[in-house]
């Protein structure tokens, strides 16, 4: 279904790197790691958040399906599905959807199971897959360990054919962080620099900035990236 490629970091890695310090219990969804976080958030009920729902998972599915559709897109890798909310609003030809948090991606395949334009996977059984699209959605400003952010982008970049999305906020400023479980990073900067082979095409400003409540407003906005 999906492509293979082999100039995507290798998946060991990245997964040892999440893994490390993993200390926590499962009763309390304390913050060690940023997988260990959402594993535990997962396995406890918790859901992807706000911006999967609601007004916001509306705005986020009219930008992908008229990206997919015009640009002709027949395959997706999304690196962070988290609990499908947000999928059940597109319009993919094929999708594979991964996430760090096993529970995450059962919670996917009970959902979509009799879906079978979709699969998904732990990282840890990441493959190398391409697609002509991959998507980052309200993942980059969770990842808090400089390694992981690294390892994520350069994944995320490698696996794909032709376009990247990218759903984040953009900037560095420690002051306005939520919890331990969320960094904010000037991430176009990183692109321009260690991945120079592909132009930002078009940033799409959110539709409801956010303004002081994170229900009703969003730091996150859209980049679209191309291959040059």
């Excluded at 599905?81 to 999708?95: I, K, M, S």
């Excluded at 350069?154 to 560095?172: E, G, H, K, M």
């Amino acid at each position: 279904m999906f492509g293979r490629t082999h100039t995507v970091p290798s998946t060991g890695k990245f997964s040892r790197l999440l893994r490390r310090a993993f200390r926590g219990s499962n009763h309390s969804p304390h913050f060690t790691s940023s997988q260990d976080y959402w594993e535990q958030r997962y396995a406890l009920g918790g859901h992807s958040g706000a911006g999967s729902y609601r007004k916001f998972a509306e705005f986020k599915a009219e930008v992908l399906n008229r990206f997919v559709s015009k640009q002709a897109i027949e395959s997706v890798i999304e690196f962070g599905c988290g609990d499908g909310n947000q999928l059940l609003l597109a319009e993919y030809p094929r999708y594979l959807g991964i996430d760090v948090s096993p529970t995450a991606v059962d919670l996917c395949r009970e959902l979509f199971r009799s879906d079978d334009t979709k699969e998904f996977l732990p990282l840890s059984d990441y493959a190398q897959e391409s697609a002509d699209l991959t998507l980052s959605l309200d993942v980059i400003y969770h990842l808090v360990e400089d390694e992981v952010f690294t390892e994520y982008m350069r994944t995320l970049f490698a696996a794909a054919q032709r376009y990247v999305i990218i759903y984040a906020s953009n900037f560095d400023d420690p002051e306005r962080q939520v919890g331990p479980h969320v960094r904010h990073r000037k991430f176009t900067r990183w692109v321009e620099s260690e991945l120079p082979q592909w132009q930002l095409q078009e940033h799409i400003p959110n539709k409801y900035p956010y303004r002081g409540n994170y229900k009703k407003g969003s730091f996150a906005d859209f980049y679209v990236y191309e291959k040059a």
